[in-house]
């Protein structure tokens, strides 16, 4: 286990390295990680090391990445960075409360004490007014993307895949 957490770390310091060197808007691709670190997409300390990358770039570069499905990660570029990502991670953040009033909401809390009963009923409510602040949230937010960000391409464009 020891020895896999160095090779981790290694792979990662080698990527690292190179990325360093990488300009925002460029690419690197899933080939250029398979050829520098030996790792096949398919193993899981593939998901380890472009997680402790992509959280290292951002942590000490300042640059954000998004997955291009199929192809690699998009060190985006200021532009990018600051006009996509807000309304990208409100997306997921709307997704995470969706999950969540679906999984409150369907417990069977009839038969549970009061105390749980209200329970549910106040966390469905807090999670509804949340649900309704991230709506406000993304209008202003894409009003605003809009009327600065008119000719440029839109990172919606691209297939953003957070998985890896």
Request: proline letters at 1%; charged letters at 30%.
């Amino acid at each position: 286990m020891f020895v896999e957490k160095q090779l981790l770390k290694q792979s990662t310091d080698v990527l690292f390295a190179l990325v360093a060197e990488m300009q925002r808007g460029e690419v690197l691709t899933y080939r250029q990680i398979t050829e520098l670190t030996g790792l096949d997409r398919d193993e899981a300390s593939w998901n380890t090391v472009q997680r402790k990358l992509r959280k290292r770039v951002l942590r000490e570069l300042g640059i954000a990445t998004i997955a291009i499905e199929n192809h690699g990660y998009r060190l985006l570029t200021n532009e990018e960075q600051i006009a996509a990502c807000a309304s990208h991670r409100n997306k997921k953040k709307n997704q995470q409360v969706l999950k969540a009033i679906a999984e409150i909401g369907n417990a069977d809390a009839s038969e549970l004490p009061l105390q749980l009963q209200k329970l549910k009923s106040a966390q469905l409510d807090r999670l509804a007014e949340e649900r309704k602040a991230n709506r406000e949230n993304a209008r202003s937010i894409s009003s605003v993307e809009y009327n600065s960000y008119v000719q440029r391409p839109s990172l919606c464009d691209m297939v953003i895949n957070d998985s890896g």
